[in-house]
């Protein structure tokens, strides 16, 4: 049961990583940052997903700019 757990705090931990890239390249490029939630707000899937389905890596995070869920057509910035 631990392996699970510490698999999940991980997850989390990538997560919040991805979370912080992309806050900071929208604070040195001086953008709106839109993605501060974990889940989108139309199709509650965690935008930063981590694993199989991922669909922005860490370094993308950081390298640019997120406006929309990258599973659903949500735009976050309307």
């Known amino acids: 049961m631990s392996e699970v757990i510490t698999k999940a705090s991980e997850y ?7 979370i912080d890239a992309q806050r ?3 604070v040195d490029n001086e953008v ?8 989108c707000s ?5 935008w ?12 993308a995070a950081g390298s640019m700019h997120i406006t929309g869920c990258p599973h659903c057509p949500a ?4």
């Open 24 to 26: 900071k390249y929208c």
């Open 42 to 46: 139309e199709c509650k899937k965690p």
């Open 75 to 78: 735009s976050w910035c309307d």
């Open 12 to 18: 989390d931990g990538l997560m919040e990583q991805k």
């Open 48 to 59: 930063a997903l981590c694993g199989p389905g991922e669909k922005i890596t860490l370094k």
């Open 32 to 39: 709106p940052f839109f993605a501060q939630r974990k889940v």
